[in-house]
């Protein structure tokens, strides 16, 4: 006799403004400057030194329609933990070209705490929830995470801000993904796309970048082909629906697709 075993899925609960801190006891739904992360804390022991003075960093909650209802640590917003309750940040994600339209890729480095060791776009990080890089509507959303695609891509790639000017950035849209690193740590991000065209000097940051590469169309093609080749999965997610056209517009007609208003989930 077959026994058959039903399973009950509880579901998650709508995250606002006005239930954020009871579901998430270590967001402050006031946007602060900075949170500490414990030298002793034991969810970060083992890792490196840099890399977790860097979990103190403090992101943007958010809600479903990106509307900031608070901050917390960069930690604390990409323990799976929370994830899985729904705990939602905003990111950004650089695709960088240069004069031959070639893209910019790096590889993580080995010292980083999710999604170690893969390729990756130009540059992905998170605005700080600091007033110059949030923005409740959506030009100043846009604003903001350019401030912090500019400060990143000097942090992580030496690349100058005279270099990558605010106003040669070009917003796309935003996507909404939830992706799992390990056990562990993941991402659950609404991630504002940015391209940029560019001739840049590259001084990598080893603590953040292993490897960097310039692409062609062609030649990223033959590395998702390569099973060797790992890519962080907001990375997969884009070029498998829109890089590539957007890529094929890039000098000609890329501005049709700039400035998407809707967010588009792929969850």
């Known amino acids: 006799m077959t026994q058959t075993v039903t399973q009950t899925i509880t579901p998650v609960q709508r ?8 579901l998430f006891p270590g967001v402050d739904t006031h946007l602060a400057d ?7 804390d034991n969810d970060l022991q083992g890792y490196d030194e840099e890399q977790i003075r860097l979990m103190g960093e403090v992101c943007i909650i ?5 509307v900031p209802i608070g901050s917390s640590s960069k930690k604390y917003c990409h323990l799976m933990k ?3 309750d729904g705990l939602l940040h905003r990111a950004f994600s650089v695709f960088l070209f240069d004069h031959n339209n070639r893209l910019l890729l790096q590889r993580r480095a080995s010292e980083k705490i999710t999604f170690p060791n893969m390729w990756t776009n130009t540059c992905c990080s998170h605005p700080l929830g600091v007033p110059e890089e949030t923005g409740s509507e959506l030009p ?5 995470a350019k401030r912090a695609a500019q400060r990143k891509l000097e942090q992580e790639l030496g690349i100058k801000a005279k270099q990558v000017p605010l106003e040669n950035f070009n917003f796309l849209t935003r996507i909404h993904y939830k992706a799992a690193s390990d056990g562990k740590w993941g991402e659950h991000e ?11 000097d590259l001084i990598p940051n080893i603590n953040e970048v292993r490897d960097t590469k310039y692409v062609s169309e062609a030649q990223l093609r033959a ?5 060797s080749s790992n890519f962080t999965p907001w990375f997969k997610l884009i ?6 056209e957007w890529w094929d517009h890039l000098d000609r007609g890329l501005e049709r697709y700039c400035g998407e208003k809707r967010i588009r989930r792929m969850l």
Not at 190 to 200: E, S
Not at 239 to 244: A, G, I, P
């Open 15 to 22: 995250i606002t403004s006005d239930n954020v801190r009871a």
């Open 34 to 40: 900075s949170h500490r992360v414990p030298t002793n």
């Open 62 to 66: 958010l809600d479903e329609d990106d």
């Open 82 to 84: 929370n994830i899985n």
């Open 140 to 144: 100043a959303a846009v604003e903001g």
């Open 190 to 200: 609404i991630d504002y796309i940015f391209f940029i065209k560019a001739d840049v």
């Open 223 to 227: 590395m998702f082909e390569d099973n």
């Open 239 to 244: 070029c498998n629906t829109m890089l590539f």
